[in-house]
């Protein structure tokens, strides 16, 4: 097995290394010191007297800065070393590394401490793929300064690496040679700068800071003022309020500013994902809505900057188009490939209304509705004029960059995602089920607006009018009736794909389910061919692509599985929502207490314990949200009016739940529940 990784992360610059504490180029992991997509540090390896050391603990302080207690040699050694090391890693807006020598002998003693430097400045989408880069390096020994440069035309990258104390600074490294006292210490701070050149040659400097201590000071205190910002969460099961603490801290972490925006935005995930996702970021508001609002306003406002305005086919650009990822990295500025400014994704678009909508019934902030009401009604409008590809009524997809664009825009966007049951993908352009679904809900929701905010009742009356016929024809065209499901999706010609799927669960949580099909939708759901025991796989068991390690052919998403819960409960079917939501937070506290993006969908009596996948990211923003999606869900927590709707539906085994200080447009409140049985118990006592 390979060897554990340890991370630090603040926003969009994280640091990756093995469990010493070193970097080294990993082909396969992107292993090193990144922000805004690029690889500042591929190499950092500490050395003493030319030997490399050993851990033997380590201490994560927080998210971000975490401890290594280090012994030279080999592991027989570990008793008898008479010196230690300690690195003190943390990272804010640069990167900073303590490291601390202790002499444990009577005597006095000289080493060479050796930091070998090294970056190759390669984009993250490219680690699997690495190139030669013609990197700069200037070794300043009077400044106690490594300097590593990199420059494609107006592209530059630059990492400054300064010591505290003084070394002998060659191209490849510091060297410091030192003497300590008997059971004395050494020490020095490595500080890591980065510097980004924009297309204009405009620098923009991370500088560093003086008092790094001040620094990890006031990221404690941003870190506890965002905890306490949120609801407390009281709760007889053990563990659930440090999950819950730790999937907000989770979303703390996961929160950057982009280049020239002031507000910060959630990021995907560690670490693939460590810039602007609009799915991501959208489904993880929607998701964190009674817990952490203000996430909301500044990714809609993020959003409506950059949508699309233009027709663009190496984009995926359409006007109204919502974004699908925003990069910074050099493959995106020189357009090697589709990763900068891209849109490919077809239901970003009707989320972002979805989430405008939402997100006025619970904090009651008519102002944002106004203020949007341009990109809202651009974003409805491109539903119907580029959404629609066929003429039929339905939102498909196709990409029009046919060199690299993403082939399945939906959640499901890996190549193979969209089969039917006998593993045949059809043509494109494909109508997936969940994209009518959202279709439906952002209609419904833009009439709202239009009709109480917008001063446009005729757009709302023709809105709603849409929405019902939408809701009309996709039950019958995509209702399987010999089977009691909805077809994955419709190819271009209107024949149903009729894989069984866990899209279904979003038609619940969209509405667009009629009433009386909505619980055979259910039992499919928590049947056995879906229901893993941890949560929905992706696709069901018994099709001729089924995985279940494929990610999106029958692996588990806590995501997935959030927004089908709440869906669950929309059409009042909680037995079912609670199997769910237990499933998943047994899921995440057998891991120790973490959210992963996803795991194999093994039926849980066969592993006993969930199966991470390796391509999973963690932290996750939208998996950490679904955890508080799923609280708010076992709480049924709705807003309605001026008011907070409390419809308690807790799972057996959670016994009392306090969710205290809820945010909304009522000011704080407060929701108690116990789980039926609990609840049983204290009636008979």
């Not at 699309?308 to 490939?337: C, H, M, N, V, W």
Request: glycine share 8%.
């Amino acid at each position: 097995m390979k060897q554990e990784l340890v991370h630090v992360i603040a926003g969009n610059l994280f640091a990756i290394s093995d469990a010493q504490g070193d970097i080294e180029v990993d082909p396969q992991t992107p292993v090193g010191l990144f922000a805004y997509d690029t690889r500042f540090l591929s190499h950092w390896v500490l050395r003493i007297d030319g030997e490399r050391i050993n851990a033997l603990a380590r201490d994560d302080l927080t998210y971000f800065e975490t401890r290594f207690f280090l012994v030279p040699g080999a592991a027989s050694h570990y008793v008898d070393a008479d010196m230690s090391i300690i690195r003190h890693r943390s990272v804010h807006d640069c990167f900073h590394e303590n490291i601390t020598v202790l002499n444990h002998s009577s005597q006095p003693a000289e080493y060479t401490v050796r930091m070998e430097m090294a970056s190759d400045f390669t984009d993250i989408v490219e680690v699997g793929q690495l190139r030669q880069r013609a990197v700069e390096v200037t070794a300043d020994s009077a400044g106690q300064r490594l300097v590593l440069r990199y420059q494609r035309d107006r592209f530059v990258r630059e990492t400054t690496v300064r010591s505290t104390v003084p070394a002998e600074v060659d191209e490849r490294g510091m060297t410091f040679r030192i003497r300590i006292a008997p059971e004395g210490k050494w020490e020095t701070d490595l500080h890591v700068s980065v510097t980004m050149g924009g297309e204009e040659g405009r620098d923009l400097r991370v500088d560093l800071q003086s008092h790094q201590q001040t620094a990890r000071t006031g990221m404690r205190e941003d870190l506890a003022q965002w905890l306490d910002r949120a609801p407390q969460l009281v709760a007889e099961r053990n563990g659930l309020e440090e999950l819950y603490e730790g999937s907000l801290a989770d979303l703390e972490a996961l929160r950057y500013k982009p280049l020239s925006y002031r507000e910060r935005v959630p990021i995907g995930g560690l670490p693939w994902a460590m810039g602007l996702c609009g799915r991501d970021a959208l489904i993880t508001c929607l998701q964190t809505m009674a817990f952490t609002p203000e996430l909301a306003p500044a990714t809609l406002r993020m959003l409506a900057l950059m949508q699309g305005g233009q027709l663009d086919d190496a984009l995926d650009e359409e006007p109204g188009k919502i974004l699908a990822q925003l990069r910074y990295g050099e493959t995106g500025a020189f357009s090697d490939r589709a990763s900068a400014l891209y849109y490919g994704a077809a239901d970003t678009t009707p989320l972002f209304v979805v989430l405008l909508d939402e997100y006025e019934r619970w904090s009651g902030d008519a102002d944002l509705v106004r203020e949007l009401r341009h990109p809202a009604r651009m974003a409805l409008d491109w539903i119907d004029e580029y959404g629609d590809l066929t003429g039929d009524g339905y939102v498909r997809y196709q990409r029009r960059n046919e060199r690299d664009g993403t082939i399945n825009q939906v959640w499901k966007d890996s190549p193979d995602a969209i089969v039917n049951s006998t593993g045949r993908q059809p043509a494109f352009p494909r109508a997936t089920c969940e994209l009518q679904g959202y279709a439906y809900d952002a209609k419904r929701r833009g009439a709202r607006l239009a009709r109480e905010f917008w001063g446009d009742p005729a757009y709302a009356d023709r809105l709603e009018r849409e929405a019902a016929a939408l809701k009309e024809r996709f039950n019958r065209d995509f209702w399987l009736p010999h089977r009691e499901y909805y077809a994955l999706a419709l190819d271009p010609y209107g024949e149903p794909v009729d894989a069984l799927a866990s899209n279904i669960g979003h038609l619940l949580w969209s509405g667009i389910v009629t009433d009386d099909r909505a619980e055979a939708v259910a039992e499919h759901l928590v049947g056995p061919r879906l229901f893993s025991g941890w949560g929905v796989r992706t696709l069901a068991t018994g099709q001729r692509t089924y995985n279940p390690v494929g990610a999106h052919l029958g692996a588990v998403w806590p995501s997935d599985n959030a927004l089908i819960a709440a869906g669950l409960r929309r059409y009042r079917l909680d037995a079912q929502a609670a199997r769910i939501a237990a499933g998943i937070f047994d899921m995440a506290q057998t891991l120790g207490g973490e959210a992963p993006e996803v795991i194999a969908g093994y039926e849980r009596s066969l592993t006993t314990y969930p199966v991470r996948l390796a391509m999973s990211c963690r932290p996750q923003a939208w998996s950490s949200g679904a955890l508080l999606m799923l609280l708010g869900t076992m709480l049924g927590l709705r807003p309605t009016g001026d008011n907070l709707l409390v419809n308690p539906a807790v799972p057996e085994g959670f016994g009392r739940l306090e969710l205290l200080d809820i945010p909304g447009r009522w000011g704080h409140s407060d929701a108690y529940a116990r789980d039926r049985t609990t609840e049983r118990q204290r009636r008979l006592r």
